[in-house]
């Protein structure tokens, strides 16, 4: 059991990929630290809840440990570090997805290799950071590989020679095609998570969770939610309704100029392209408008 604590901490990546946009979905949240950015330790102004910046491979760890009770990684790092057959039950587990630092993991091949399936693997040897990864894929394809772990610069173990293939973290594919390299299978797909504790805190910092995941639910509808305002006769209301994207009720108001008129309002939950308006158009609606959502909170 864990001291009691009144305080919640959350560890992000210090510098990395995911840094700026973990920082700013906590800004979003409402939270404020005073801190400069090459500290470790920021303390939580608006809310009691603090900030430690660390190495992303540190936070499932810092988590086990009960130093902190939230972070965010790559599901590739919370992943892998689950999988470590030293440890018997992970001590952390996924709590959202937070929709930024998209990539998977990914077998590639030298350009001129060929890559007919899985079975192809069979006593080649893989470069990659992810061993737990990479073993529990190859076993649940039946192939034996020798898995050979770098920490870093896994792209270029085929021109060394130190590997026939690799295993590695793709975005864009720029950096395979930079070394002569052609993504054949994807092992995970990834993005960053918020991964917590197991357990329930009996103290101030199960509040605090809690007040936190709502905040982040909210940040996160928000980024895809529009407000789509728009006026209908109510001969074309029917069509106008059965148009709309996929979003919250429609709310159908009386407009006081010209009479009979409606003014129709939704929240909408995905993008909203011309050509949606123009079909909304067509089924009769005018006086489009669609509008960011800044907050949310149901
Ligand atoms: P640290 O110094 O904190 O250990 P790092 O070098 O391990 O940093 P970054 O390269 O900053 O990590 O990547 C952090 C995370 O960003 C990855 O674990 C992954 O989830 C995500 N990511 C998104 N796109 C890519 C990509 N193209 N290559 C590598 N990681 C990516
Ligand atoms: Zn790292």
Redesign the pocket.
Known sequence: MSKPRDRLRIAV??????SEASQDLLARCGLKFRQSRDKLFCFGEALPIDLLLV???DIPGLIGQGVCELGI?????AQEQALDPARAEPPFVEVRELGF???RLAIAVADEDSYAGPQDLGGKRIATSYPHLLGDWLRRQHVAAEIVVLNGSVEIAPRLGTADLICD????GA?LAANQLREVASILD???VLIGARQDYADERAELRELLLRRIDGVIRVRESKLLLLQADPSRLASVLAALPKGDPATVGALDRPAGRLSVQVVCHEAIGWAHLEELKRAGATQLLVLPVEKMLT
């Open positions: 990546q210090k510098s990395g990929r995911l190495r992303d491979d990684v790559g599901r590739n790092v630092g998209r990539c973290l793709v975005s864009s950096t990834s993005q960053a």
